[in-house]
């Protein structure tokens, strides 16, 4: 038996055992914060798996964006008075069964599709052939932003649609009270002027990265969200009652940036969703980055629009 | 023993315990914690499942996942104003009681 | 010209949804109301070809599958689009009303709106199943989302439970979807129904597929999360979702069974979807009847209703196809009318408790007429659409001797007729004391506006159905799955 190996246990087991206290705990801030931890460890099995694209994202997506948001919520609801402990109760009798019948399930058809063989002719393996032609290095972004452009641009219109329908559900926004650390502080003055910028050079770091190293525009857009939720965290941005039409385009940038190259190329006399060349993957990256980063920090902050605090 | 087969056995417990989980759990947040956990274990499976090339796992099944992850993260992002709003209305974080109302 | 007409059908609405977020408010309706306009300009050309027996591809970006995706176009997905098209033109006229675009509601309503039309279509024309899984998921949180839009509790609880389950159902599909490529290289609908063989892993992944369709679709017992959900939404988006949001999962469903392998499931397999589509039949009816809400009776009755669709696995005859197929459109037209109906009923008289509906017929007759015609049809009276359809899903299983659905397809028709007559007959009665409660009514009143007008012309449109049926059934005729019984 290999380190490698020795690493993949216990990482297996690391995954198993905080699912399970994710799921069966009854505090529930120790178990987001358990289930950040949980998204760390995915984000080791990704690289273990030879998969840094996917590290990347879920470290930045599976365990921060999702545990920031989570977080933020529960902190909502408990600031509303909610429980924070859930009484005992007797869980449904089929429960377990279910549940283990399931995993067994899962894991048969999972140990039997590992003994399948590949197809040689299959999707990925052309995919590397045609690596060359798409004027990309990294294979994963081509798929997404080239050969199945049109997946890419449909999830640009999920997350618009999350948006849309968190707006729809808002409510009354009460400005000025998502303010929580003082900036006086001296660590969060320090945290602004270094944290932030520092946030930014990543993000655009790994947007230019993503063509032909590990990155892209979800994961750098990840990352610049967290500096949004910085700017909110320490009340520098307040919430305003509504959108103006920065927002609004910002916002809507990188669907809009697909809809319109990926219609265009039909004007043009092309199949729909043709990119012109490399400029374009790099124009619509660059539009889904500040859209992805602006809707979540949105999202975070629960609010329509976001504006300079006034000290 | 290789590292795939570690992988499957952990996503595939993983899997049953998300599942268990969204049986179990009243609050809608842990419900959602489920889910996403769930969700976790179905994306470990389907590079595992998706086959490998020489230059590593195979990059079409990357990109499945990645999408897979933004709509995760998108679907939960709109649970979540849900699960508040809901909680503000009604001082309810559970969907448990009648549904009826005029 | 068909490339450009099936772009068309998914970027005009999309572009529309994204102009209406970003432009003044003013700029809202006429920028919906022009990209609506365009989309017959986009089917047109597109049934044509369909017409001659061709089917319309195109390879986006031009990547031919495996590497890329593939739109296409046969006839099932052209009737398909031929009922989106309908639906949502007649809908987005009560829309003009109930969710004025201009406003507030109606700011939060459009968007999300033309973002569902223009995922509904590239739902129908997508022939590949992740690209499927994105539109479904695209599909299924615009139309959460629009049931909750207004912010009541019970429709939020609704939205809540349909996001939950829909999205462990897309789990499900996922994970099948991956396996089906880790067997077959190739995400495309009809290149997986080449490649894959039948053997233990393919019929799994099937099957779990089928799963999360079931879910989707709410086939009992599978459904529990749609009566409340197609019940509690606004009006116009009851209407969609039960004529159209709903059977996106069915039409997945179908197009797996019977152009990707799916029925390497084998008999048996096929037995029990009928089953359940025979369960489905009776409990929805059952529970209709006990209803005491009208927009929950409705709702109850697309449960039913679906449970038709279902009767296909088994049967499995052209015949049936033709049948199933006809029921969708006419079910959806006559479905949405009887909810923008419901939901105008709901609005006049402030509540939809069915014994506030003594009386109704006097101060709104026409929605009472419009609930009523569309009742015809979903009772499979003739002349209606609903007729035709149930007529001839009738006559395929009495063709294959198949006496269990014969009885199952006639006690269906006669349950939907207890559920409607109780409706109507309720609005017909005279009210106690003898005078019109004038107390109720205080919103809407008796007037004659678009909204009564949307759901009448829906409702003539599936009784319509019923005189005129035949170029639809030729249509459908033009795309029969490959290999099936006569």
């Not at chain 3, 349909?162 to 979807?177: C, N």
Request: include cysteine; hydrophobic fraction near 60%.
């Amino acid at each position: 038996m290999t380190i490698g190996v020795l690493v993949d246990l216990m990482l297996a087991l690391a995954l198993v055992g905080l699912s399970l206290r994710v799921v069966t705990g009854r505090a529930l801030f120790r178990d987001i914060v358990l289930f950040i931890l949980f998204g760390l460890v995915i984000a080791l099995s990704w690289s273990r798996l030879g998969a840094p694209d996917l590290a990347l994202a879920e470290a930045a997506i599976g365990a921060g964006l999702t545990g920031a948001l989570m977080l933020m919520a529960y902190r909502r609801l408990v600031a509303g008075g909610a429980e924070d402990v859930a009484p005992r109760r007797r869980p449904p009798l089929l429960a377990v069964p279910v549940a283990v019948l399931t995993g067994a399930l899962v894991a048969l058809i999972g140990l039997a599709a590992l003994g399948v063989e590949r197809v040689p002719d299959a999707a990925g393996t052309i995919v590397l052939e045609e690596l060359g032609a798409s004027g990309l290095g990294n294979a994963v972004t081509a798929v997404l932003l080239v050969f199945r452009g049109l997946d890419t641009m449909l999830e640009m219109a999920v997350l618009l649609v999350a948006l849309l329908g968190a707006w729809a559900v808002l409510g009354e926004v009460h400005p000025g009270r998502l303010h929580q650390v003082d900036r006086r502080t001296p660590l969060v003055g320090a945290l602004l002027t270094t944290v932030a910028p520092v946030t930014l050079l990543i993000a655009v770091h790994l947007l230019l990265a993503g063509t032909d190293a590990p990155g892209g525009a979800f994961q750098a857009g990840a990352v610049l969200t967290g500096c949004g939720v910085l700017l909110v965290l320490t009340g520098t941005v307040r919430p305003r009652a509504a959108a103006g039409l920065a927002t609004k385009l910002l916002v809507i940038a990188g669907l809009a940036a697909f809809v319109m190259i990926g219609a265009s190329a039909v004007a043009l006399g092309r199949a729909p969703m043709s990119l012109p060349g490399t400029w374009a993957v790099y124009l619509i990256e660059t539009a889904m980055m500040l859209s992805i980063a602006v809707t979540m920090t949105l999202l975070f902050a629960r609010a329509r629009a976001l504006e300079p605090e006034r000290a | 023993m290789s590292s795939a087969f570690v992988y499957v056995l952990a996503a595939s417990a993983v899997f049953g315990v998300g599942v268990y989980g969204l049986i179990v759990a009243d609050h809608l947040m842990r419900k959602l914690l489920s889910l996403n956990v769930m969700g976790s274990a179905v994306f470990v499976l389907i590079l595992t499942v998706g086959g490998a090339t020489p230059a590593g796992p195979d990059p079409v099944a990357q990109a499945l996942i990645l999408t897979g992850i933004v709509i995760a993260v998108a679907a939960t992002a709109f649970a979540l104003a849900l699960i508040v709003r809901m909680f503000q209305e009604t001082g309810l974080t559970s969907l448990r009681g009648r549904d009826d109302d005029d | 010209m068909t490339t450009e007409a099936l772009a068309l059908l998914v970027f005009a609405p999309l572009v529309a949804g994204l102009v209406v977020i970003a432009a003044p408010r003013r700029a809202a309706a006429p920028v919906a109301v022009a990209a609506l306009l365009t989309l017959p300009f986009g089917l047109w050309p597109l049934t044509l070809v369909v017409w001659r027996g061709e089917t319309v591809q195109v390879a986006l970006a031009g990547f031919a599958p495996p590497l890329g995706i593939v739109w296409r176009v046969d006839a099932l997905a052209l009737t398909m689009l031929w009922l989106t098209l309908v639906v949502v033109l007649v809908v987005s006229l009560h829309a003009l009303t109930s969710f004025p675009p201009a406003s507030e509601s109606g700011q939060r309503f459009w968007p999300l709106w033309l973002i569902l039309i223009a995922s509904v279509h590239a739902l129908f024309v997508s022939a590949d199943l992740f690209n499927l899984y994105v539109t479904l998921e695209l599909v299924t949180l615009a139309g959460v989302a629009m049931i909750a839009i207004g912010g009541k509790p019970a429709a939020m609880r609704a939205a809540m439970r349909y996001l939950l389950l829909g999205l462990m159902a897309s789990l499900f599909y996922l994970l099948a979807t991956a396996l089906l490529y880790g067997q077959t290289g190739t995400l495309d609908l009809y290149q997986v129904g080449e490649r894959l063989d039948d053997g233990a892993l393919a019929l799994i992944a099937l099957a779990l597929m089928v799963t999360g369709l079931l879910v989707k679709a709410a086939i009992v017992p599978l459904h529990v999360w749609l009566p409340a959900a197609h019940g509690k939404a606004p009006g116009p988006v009851s209407a969609v979702l039960s004529a159209l949001v709903v059977k996106v999962a069915l039409y997945i469903l179908i197009r797996l069974w019977f152009w990707s392998g799916g029925a390497a499931g084998g008999d048996g397999a096929a037995l029990l979807l009928g089953l359940l589509g025979a369960l489905a039949i009776v409990h929805g009816s059952l529970a209709a009847i006990t209803q005491t809400r009208l927009k929950m009776l409705v709702a109850y009755s697309t449960v039913a209703q679906l449970g038709y669709v279902m009767l296909l696995f088994p049967l499995a005859s052209t015949a049936a196809f033709r049948a199933v197929t006809f029921h969708m459109v006419a079910h959806g037209v006559a479905k949405a009318a009887m909810f923008l109906a419901a939901a105008n009923l709901l609005h006049a008289l402030g509540s939809d408790r069915l014994q506030r509906l003594v009386g109704a017929d006097q101060r709104h007759g026409v929605n009472v007429l419009a609930f009523a015609l569309a009742g015809v049809s979903i009772m499979g009276l003739p002349p209606s659409g609903g007729f035709v359809a149930k007529w001839m899903l009738l006559e395929a299983a009495w063709r294959q001797q198949g006496w269990g659905w014969v009885a199952v397809i006639s006690l269906g028709s006669l349950l939907a007729a207890v559920y409607v007559f109780r409706v109507v007959a309720l609005a017909f009665a005279q009210p106690k004391g003898g005078s019109v409660r004038a107390s109720v009514g205080a919103r809407g009143g008796g007037r004659f506006d678009t909204t009564a007008l949307a759901a009448l012309l829906l409702a003539v449109l599936a009784i319509l159905l019923g005189f005129a049926s035949a170029p639809l059934v030729a249509l459908i005729d033009r795309g029969l799955p490959p290999g099936m019984l006569p």
